[in-house]
């Protein structure tokens, strides 16, 4: 079973995708932003990450930065909203695996989850 870290500061987009994936055969862990997601990944190891770009305390950008720093090589999908598109290449340029466009649906987020496998 895949364990997935699901990073966005939106409590909506938790039950979303939480719902999308319900019966997916994974295990979600959510965060509300990157300091959160950081303290998460001190306990467990994920195999992908997604990642809102904008949030409070940490933002997705400097979360992927961290990880890469520090030798972390886990699958990091970038969740970008309309208009990011500039920030969300750069974090392709940091290591991030892939990008994921709001809104998403249920086959999008499968795919991504498939394409780390």
């Known amino acids: 079973m895949k364990?997935?870290?699901?990073v966005d500061d939106?409590?909506?987009m938790h039950r979303m995708v939480e719902l999308f994936l319900r019966s997916a055969g994974v295990e979600l862990i959510f965060a509300g932003n990157g300091r959160s997601a950081i303290k998460h990944m001190e306990n467990?190891?994920?195999d992908?990450?997604?990642s809102d770009?904008?949030?409070?305390?940490?933002?997705?950008?400097t979360l992927l930065k961290h990880l890469r720093e520090k030798g972390d090589a886990t699958p990091f999908v970038i969740v970008s909203a309309f208009g990011q598109e500039s920030v969300a290449e750069k974090a392709l340029a940091l290591g991030a695996s892939?990008?994921?466009?709001?809104?998403?649906?249920?086959?999008?987020?499968?795919?991504?989850?498939?394409?780390?496998?």
């Open 3 to 6: 364990k997935i870290l699901f």
């Open 53 to 61: 770009i904008q949030m409070p305390e940490m933002d997705g950008i």
């Open 98 to 117: 892939d990008i994921v466009n709001k809104p998403f649906d249920r086959e999008t987020l499968l795919a991504k989850i498939r394409k780390t496998e």
């Open 48 to 50: 992908l990450i997604f």
């Open 10 to 12: 939106d409590p909506n």
């Open 44 to 46: 467990h190891r994920f």
